[in-house]
């Protein structure tokens, strides 16, 4: 299909968002949301992504599919695709200590695991309620646990991460809990190297 | 003062045991006399009076010297613990060969041969329990994420080092002022082979002491695990090489498939008994007493099996802990993985504490050839190699990875690459035909007292000073549970997005193929339902319960107990002071109840099997009473009606209930 994009332009917009990615990396996954793109408008829908059958059998598919599309939009273009897939990119050691001053990258430590807390957070009020939490359990446990004991669970959870006793977790809490697990490797795809 | 006195007290008893051993050896002298006379006095048949007291000695020789060697070895290792100070500046390997040398040399001044580390009773013996206690309690996720580098530092690392020292050696033998230029080239690489490896059970006891990083732990010691299929296979070639002398393409090439199916078919003997081991454990549950006994007789078995066949037996161990591990988990006691817990760690400490006792003994021992030159350069091409070839390989493994490895830990990794009690005994194994044999067990213990006490001694300052990442201390905390899992649901998703099939792609075909067909075949009950998590938390739990018990303490603050999981915590209005000391008497009267009962049925043999159901029992009391303490607290405390029903046809597994047997 005529690509409405030239992989240079794509390039060029992504590096200055700072994503630095090479030539072979857009080219690869440009192909793949061609593949996607059943309708040949450029764009994705969510039937698009429902049909990825990875997703389909995932638990937490739904939220996964929404994190690509922006508020209230339905359709994502390749730019957006590439912003969402950008969280997952390894981190290089000479981005460290690049300009202090220019924003963080988005694949940075604080912004993968910002990703990842919203999509706990769908009402996006920067907290992790109890029942956000729940909802999140059952999707993971299944069908066959009762309400009470995941109820146990998630209260166990606040407990052990809330420091402020506002009975939900905040992003610093969230942080703070995670402070032992590796994310610069659990969150990268060696794929977007 | 103290302190001195038992300082002398434990010298006393150093030498006291230690002079007893040889004495006790030479006592068949006096016995054989005895045995003469009595034929005597039978043939004459004058009538001798009945012995009331007789020594005889012989009967229990064997039995009693072994025990009194182990009894030496775990004295020397009570007794550095004691002395202040010592046992965090030197570690414990060093003073137990210490010890090792000073029996040995009082055994030497008495006239008696010392006993030397039979190759035999070592890898028999004394090496399962360590491998097994390793393999069990394996760390799995640190274990697979960094699985490639281990390979690669494993198999590629060791052919290096054992073609480096084998070829430099060779090249320094030719040098006429050697004096040794009787040694052919193969000599040279089989006695690389043997030194090259990295050893598990000194780097167990040197790196146990450090509480280094995770990453960097599990690199040195699962590189001293996978090493062994390499060392097997290199060690074999050459012994029948240098017998026969050449050295064909064709061997070569055999050689290669023989360390495919050394370290392959090793690990599949160890995975069949590992999913026999599973299996045996889903019928135990009537049977308790005898669980643990499984786990140990069917990974010594599976080490067995693969020693016969001439696999890596080491490969195999690991393979049957790592397999059974979360089924057998799922389906034995409380009390039975405790027991499989301490049984392992007492073996192990047992059998490494000999070990090294007896490397000290068999270096007063054994046949010594010196030959500065080459001993020396020994010393020095290991280090130089082990450095290289770190270097060398970190270099490659960094373009593969996400998390590269730094200057530092690439230091602690060649620094505590320590040779131990394997390369002895691969040593000592060698045939006498070999001319050069005493000159290289010389080598070989020198290499070994190098690493383990230069090295050994010197790698905790060094991690001090180069401030290196020690371990993190944590307790088991169900968020990062939580999180770690919706984490890998998120990258498997994403993975999904791309199209690209890797690790969590794989991970959670894995876990998607044993849910559906593994588990319900090797887990009891209806327990092969539950999801992880759930698992995961119940443990938790129930470790927090025991340990409330078990230190009589109770939560002074009402809200945070545990058994308050199920009313929530937004609601509990303030109790009376009467009220609060009514549930803790209730609580304590029925936990303490059950510790009593416990404690006084299980001192005899024979009421094990009552005090088994006993366990039922309490548990089940447990339940119930955990069960009798909720409810009271839901009368005293308001619980907030706006609780969901539950959704119809949803089975109840009830969590309060849930500490299944």
Redesign the interface.
Known sequence: SGSNFSTITVCRELHEMGFHVSHSQITR?YS?FT?LDKGENGTLSRED?QR????AI????DR?INA?FPEGEDQVNFRGFMRT?AH?R?IE?NEKNKDPTASEPLNSRTNKLLF?FQ??DLDRDDKISRDELLQ??RM??????????L???A???I???DQNGD?SISFNE?IK??E???V?????????? | SGSFLLVYLYIFLVVFVGIGLPIEASAPAYQSHGTEGSHLTNITNTKKAFPVLAVNYEHVRKPFEIALWILLALLMKLGFHLIPRLSAVVPESCLLIVVGLLVGGLIKVIGEEPPVLDSQLFFLCLLPPIILDAGYFLPIRPFTENVGTILVFAVIGTLWNAFFMGGLLYALCQIESVGLSGVDLLACLLFGSIVSAVDPVAVLAVFEEIHINELVHILVFGESLLNDAVTVVLYNLFEEFSKVGTVTVLDVFLGVVCFFVVSLGGVLVGAIYGFLAAFTSRFTSHTRVIEPLFVFLYSYMAYLSSEMFHLSGIMALIACGVVMRPYVEANISHKSYTTIKYFLKMWSSVSETLIFIFLGVSTVAGPHAWNWTFVITTVILCLVSRVLGVIGLTFIINKFRIVKLTKKDQFIVAYGGLRGAIAFSLGYLLSNSHQMRNLFLTAIITVIFFTVFVQGMTIRPLVELLAVKKKKESKPSINEEIHTEFLDHLLTGVEGVCGHYGHYHWKEKLNRFNKTYVKRWLIAGENFKEPELIAFYRKMELKQAIMMVESGQLPSVLPSTISMQNIQPRAIPRVSKKREEEIRRILRANLQNNKQKMRSRSYSRHTLFDADEEDNVSEVRLRKTKMEMERRMSHYLTVPANRESPRPGVRRVRFESGLSV
């Open positions: 996954l793949r593949s992504f990825i059958p990875e997703l995932n638990p937490l598919g996964i690509f897939l997952f390894p050691d990842a999509l706990y999140v359990l993971m446990v299944g069908v066959n646990i009762s309400d009470e004991q109820g146990s669970i209260d166990r959870t407990q052990e991460a009975n969230f809990v995670l032992k697990v590796d610069e490797q659990k969150m990268s795809i060696r794929f977007l190297h």
